[in-house]
């Protein structure tokens, strides 16, 4: 770490600026007493560096400012901190805290995500994260004009999982990347509701990874899937089987806690979905959403599910 105002994230150095007094607006007595603060940027994304002026501060304590200052600049917080112990690293990475500790070591999860996207394809369908947010666009609550940093406290994914999902989103013409102020950049969608929709159609990947089977689920709040949620939507007759999905992770959680009995692959009363991404809602919903539920049915040759996804689609209250 060199003295004047550089420092080294991946081998590469970055330019650090002081903040001025004007960008201190909201930052507490303590805060300015107990820290240096600075500009950077890297891989076109804005940091917010803090620098302690005396010892590191305690993990605990990296974390509640961290959080607070995140949220009145609207940029990520790196901590640069003294050389420590392989105890503290592992404290602060625990609470997900980002820092540069000599140049030795960091802890960027963000930054590496998007190093990794400098030499990258460009995309030619809909990440699982992307889809998501594009989705929770339509059905939820619009995201226009929000940067990734307002728009990752509004959903199940990081700061570094939205950007990526922006940046796909961008890549297949469906957002446009605007400046917002003198740093952050902000999504645009220049099509909105059912005109998104059919633009994005092209894109969109079924969210079921695979379908197993059991013959009971002792699982209460797994949300309802499948044609048993189309015909909570609409006018179809439900099935006997019952149908309900799950993520990857809350499905592993209940197979280890033996929460599914007599799982196969072939039958059973009760169909598990096993999702590329959670429920689009705000909430804990009792049923998926609708146009997930609309994706992953779209193979369905039933005449009459086609009919009522067509429906399901045509009678949207879009959200954007």
């Not at 004007?22 to 603060?37: D, Q, S, W």
């Not at 919903?285 to 009919?307: M, T």
Request: aromatic share 8%; net charge neutral.
């Amino acid at each position: 770490m060199n003295s004047n105002l550089e420092t080294v994230i991946l081998g590469k150095r970055v330019r650090l600026s002081p903040r001025q007094k004007a960008g201190l607006k909201g930052f507490t007595i303590g805060e300015k007493i107990a820290y240096r603060f600075f500009d950077g940027e890297y891989q076109g994304v804005s940091l917010l560096f803090v620098k302690p002026k005396g010892d590191n501060p305690t993990p605990r304590e990296c974390d509640i400012t961290g959080r607070r200052l995140s949220g009145i600049t609207g940029l990520p917080s790196v901590f640069i901190l003294h050389p420590g112990p392989t105890y503290e690293r592992q404290r602060l990475m625990d609470k997900g805290v980002y820092f540069i500790m000599s140049e030795k070591y960091a802890f960027l999860p963000m930054v590496v995500a998007l190093e990794k996207t400098a030499n990258r394809k460009k995309a030619t369908v809909l990440t699982p994260v992307a889809q998501f947010l594009l989705l929770y666009h339509l059905e939820v609550g619009s995201i226009e004009g929000l940067s990734a940093h307002e728009i990752a406290p509004l959903v199940p994914y990081s700061y570094a999982s939205v950007t990526l999902g922006i940046t796909c989103l961008t890549d297949l013409g469906l957002c446009e990347k605007l400046q917002q102020g003198q740093r952050n950049k902000a999504a645009h969608f220049e099509q909105k509701g059912a005109e998104l929709w059919k633009q994005a159609r092209p894109y969109l990947q079924s969210p079921i990874a695979r379908i197993v089977y059991c013959d009971r689920l002792n699982v209460t709040d797994a949300p309802i899937c499948g044609i048993n949620a189309l015909a909570h939507y609409t006018m179809l007759n439900s099935e006997s089987e019952q149908m309900v999905m799950m993520t990857k992770d809350e499905y592993n959680q209940a197979k280890k806690a033996d929460l599914i009995e007599n799982e196969n692959n072939y039958d059973g009363h009760v169909a598990i979905e096993i999702w590329k991404y959670p429920v689009v809602s705000k909430g804990h919903p009792q049923w998926v959403d609708k146009l997930s539920l609309a994706i992953s049915l779209k193979d369905d040759d039933d005449p009459r599910v086609e009919k009522e996804v067509e429906r399901l689609i045509s009678e949207m209250t879009w959200m954007d």
